[in-house]
């Protein structure tokens, strides 16, 4: 499942995190963090993990996504990856096509996290760069994704992915990978979707018979398949 969730960040931590991620951050190779296939295909760079530039951009990352409650209906969150930022320009402008691993240790706080769901924030508006669209590959043909600053994109972790090139100015964005309570897209989906229409329902009509129902439907599913 892709998910397109608008302004994750308000303008004011846009505004924080594009001063902290200037050109005088603690930018690195990006091939230094890259695993054997990914290493051949990266060219960018990446903040520092271990930076005070760092730890203050994950600390609003976290907090801004765990206040969605979107986020938190799509994603059912086990685990986060300690979130990582990237810049894209120059002559470190593209990601070519590569699968994450599967199974990641965070820096932060030590855990191996299983990557069921990527996402990325973007901190760059579109019209900052050219290029720099995130291609997903999924069963529905090719997702091409370039959202405003403050937006994010949430999609299956086993996709083949790529950034295309960035030709002027620079991309600049967060991102990182979730252990799901539920480990099946497929399951996933379905658990959202359910959701998603209760909620339409509520706001039609009310708390009824059946939205009771279809509500003990979706714990008992819920209950069925996470792992916490």
């Given amino acids: 499942m892709l998910l397109h969730l608008k302004h994750i960040f308000s303008s004011k931590e846009i505004g924080i995190a594009r001063a902290l991620l200037n050109d005088d951050a603690p930018w690195l190779d990006g091939r230094s963090s890259a ?15 271990d930076s005070d530039h760092a730890r203050q951009l994950q600390t609003m990352v976290l907090s801004a996504v765990q206040r969605d409650p979107l986020f938190f209906s799509a994603t059912l969150p086990k685990k986060i ?5 990237n810049r894209y320009g120059g ?22 996290v299983r990557s069921d769901i990527s996402c990325t924030l973007f901190l760059s508006e579109p019209d900052e ?5 995130l291609v997903v590959h999924d069963t529905f043909g090719q997702q091409r994704v370039k959202l405003a600053a403050g937006d994010l994109i949430v999609y299956p972790g086993t996709s083949v992915h790529q950034v295309d090139a960035v030709t002027k100015g620079q991309r600049i964005a967060s991102f990182f990978w979730i252990e799901s309570m539920v480990r099946s897209d497929e399951q996933r989906r379905l658990l959202f979707d359910l959701d998603m229409n209760l909620l339409k329902l509520r706001e039609r ?18 209950r069925m398949w996470a792992d916490t």
């Fill in 35 to 49: 695993g054997g296939q990914a290493v051949i295909q990266k060219q960018n760079h990446q903040l520092s993990q």
């Fill in 91 to 112: 002559h470190a402008n593209h990601y070519g096509a590569h699968v994450d691993g599967a199974v990641l240790r965070s820096n932060a706080t030590q855990q191996w």
């Fill in 205 to 222: 009509q009310g708390e009824t018979a059946e939205t009771t129902a279809l509500t003990g439907c979706y714990h008992n599913l819920l």
């Fill in 81 to 85: 990856f300690n979130p990582l930022f």
């Fill in 129 to 133: 760069y050219e290029g720099g669209e």
